[in-house]
């Protein structure tokens, strides 16, 4: 039997490849440190705990709207309004399981065969095989390591042609932790606008933000952007509930309703317990989420200093999420114990198995010269794993 095209041209997710490896090592005794899954470690806040168990008491365990319930959507609007100044109604609102899912759909239903998506590098690993999935071409920007690996308007002009219907802009960025200022912001706009394209604009870690800096939606820039814009969130990151499942988009009223629509024949609605718990976490008490951003700061400062400490090793600073994507391209032609480095994911194969620490390889993200490390971890954690690194670095001739 064979499978569909469709199937065999899916790439596995190697963030999600690493971090199974790393748990059957650990499961086997061995003393592993993991820098690779994008998962919190804070437990979810007990507030939002309590409102799925009051939920499951309550009888809330039917199906809801494929959409959302109308009280989830109607907290995501005010959410929008509050944070971002920006107006929605529930019927622009869809609730999906998980950011992942939110972006899924709108992808499928902007593009088709012929289609171009431009995807700025480095890049979240699913957005390429979503694009591939939807029967669309990627055009893959680099970014400058010089310029924070932020897209810039040149770079984006440079790309556009007649077959391009979509960019992908992610800020916060995994795995950069790349920041968009408003301005910078603007200045992609106008190209936007000038060529009529269309956003996606994934805003997923907008709560995990530092240095005092502040998130901004390109959907808040001025009505032609809000237009174009597919804005996608979720309660995973801020509210350390990645296994809850509960993403969202905000789109004009025909793009939700064909997301919608779509999701009706796929998954229909989204887990009704996990969404009362996502009322509770839009609502309810914000200082978990404040809680989490002194700690992801202290985390954030330890491994920056730890990583650009090592010779040869450049590392942009990240503003926001919770990752760092180190350059280590001066060790490739080297070796350690014959074995020779000539890329991010040889390293990465060599840290794994000569000292039991996991990071994702660059080339996951396109950028093969760097390698992704999560302080989503304990400091216990942070300072075994960098003392890892630091020596195997040390040894590499």
Request: net charge negative; glycine share 6%.
């Amino acid at each position: 039997m064979r499978l569909s095209d469709r199937a065999l041209m899916i790439s596995p997710s190697p963030t999600m490849a690493i971090d199974a490896k790393a748990k059957e090592m650990k499961a086997n005794g061995i003393n592993v440190v993991g820098f690779g899954a994008g998962e919190p470690d804070f437990d979810t806040p007990d507030h939002i705990k309590e409102a799925a168990v009051a939920a499951i008491r309550d009888g809330m365990t039917k199906y809801t709207p494929v959409a959302g319930t109308n009280e989830l959507k109607e907290a995501i609007c005010q959410k929008f309004k509050v944070d971002q100044g920006l107006d929605y109604k529930p019927s622009q609102i869809v609730v999906s399981a998980g950011a992942k899912h939110s972006l899924y759909n709108a992808i499928e239903v902007f593009v088709q065969a012929g289609d171009e998506v431009i995807l700025p590098a480095p890049y979240w690993v699913s957005y390429l095989e979503q694009i591939k999935l939807a029967g669309a071409e990627a055009r893959i920007v680099e970014t400058r390591e010089d310029n924070g690996f932020k897209l810039t308007p040149a770079e984006l002009e440079s790309a556009i042609n007649t077959r391009t219907k979509l960019l992908i802009l992610n800020t916060p960025a995994n795995p950069t932790g790349a920041v968009y200022s408003e301005e910078e912001l603007k200045a992609l706009g106008e190209v936007i606008v000038k060529y009529d394209i269309a956003i996606i604009s994934d805003e997923v870690y907008e709560k995990l933000i530092y240095d005092g800096l502040r998130h901004v939606s390109i959907a808040s820039i001025s009505p032609e952007l809000k237009e174009r814009t597919v804005v996608v969130n979720g309660v995973s990151k801020a509210y350390a509930m990645t296994g809850w499942r509960i993403g969202y988009a905000a789109a004009t009223v025909p793009v939700a309703s064909a997301m919608a629509d779509l999701q009706s024949h796929s998954t229909s609605n989204p887990t009704s317990i996990a969404q009362a718990a996502s009322m509770a976490a839009l609502t309810g008490d914000q200082k978990p989420v404040s809680q989490m951003v002194v700690e992801y700061t202290r985390r954030r400062d330890y491994m920056l200093e730890r990583l650009q400490s090592i010779t040869g090793v450049t590392c942009a600073r990240p503003g926001g999420a919770f990752y760092m994507f180190p350059n280590v391209k001066a060790y490739f032609g080297k070796s350690f114990k014959g074995k020779t480095i000539n890329s991010a994911t040889d390293l990465a194969a060599v840290l794994l198995d000569e000292t039991q620490v996991a990071v994702v390889p660059g080339v996951a993200f396109g950028n093969d010269d760097c390698f992704r490390l999560s302080y989503a971890v304990s400091m216990k954690s942070l300072r075994e794993g960098l003392d890892r690194i630091s020596w195997l670095m040390g040894e590499i001739k």
